[in-house]
C-alpha cells in the first residue's frame, strides 16, 4: 500500500522551468526503480524518465538535454528537473516505480502556454 505523492506542478512559459518532487510513503526508492510518468489530453501515458536502483538513467528521446531525472533516497524523494520547457510538455506528470508497481497517484499538472 506505498503512496506516491507528486508535486511542483504550474503553468508556465515556453522557454521556462520547473521541478517535480514524488515523495512516497516507504523507504523504497532505494530498492525500485522509480520514473516519471507523463499523459496529455488523448495521450497514452508514457515513461519519460526512469531511474534504476543501481542509478542507470534513460530519458524518452523528446526529452534527453532538457530533463533530468534524480532521487534522495534518505528524503524518500524523486525530482524531475525540467528546462527549456516546450507546449508539447504539457501534462498530468505522475511518478511510480519503472516498471511501474504501485497504484498511481493524483499526479502534477504541468501546463506550458504563453
Known amino acids: 500500500q506505498v503512496q506516491v505523492v507528486e508535486s511542483g506542478g504550474d503553468l508556465v512559459q515556453p522557454g521556462g522551468s520547473l521541478r517535480l518532487s514524488c515523495a512516497a510513503s516507504?523507504?523504497?526508492?532505494?530498492?525500485?526503480?522509480m520514473g516519471w510518468y507523463r499523459q496529455a489530453p488523448g495521450k497514452q501515458r508514457e515513461l519519460v524518465a526512469g531511474?534504476?536502483?543501481?542509478?542507470?538513467?534513460k530519458y524518452v528521446s523528446s526529452v534527453v538535454g532538457r530533463f533530468t531525472i534524480s532521487r534522495d533516497n534518505a528524503k524518500n524523494t524523486v525530482y524531475l528537473q525540467m528546462n527549456s520547457l516546450k507546449p508539447e510538455d504539457t501534462a498530468v506528470y505522475y511518478c511510480?516505480?519503472?516498471?511501474?508497481?504501485?497504484?498511481w497517484g493524483q499526479g502534477t499538472q504541468v501546463t506550458v502556454s504563453s
Open positions: 511510480n516505480g519503472a516498471p511501474r508497481v504501485f497504484d
Open positions: 516507504g523507504n523504497i526508492f532505494s530498492i525500485y526503480g
Open positions: 531511474i534504476t536502483n543501481d542509478g542507470t538513467i
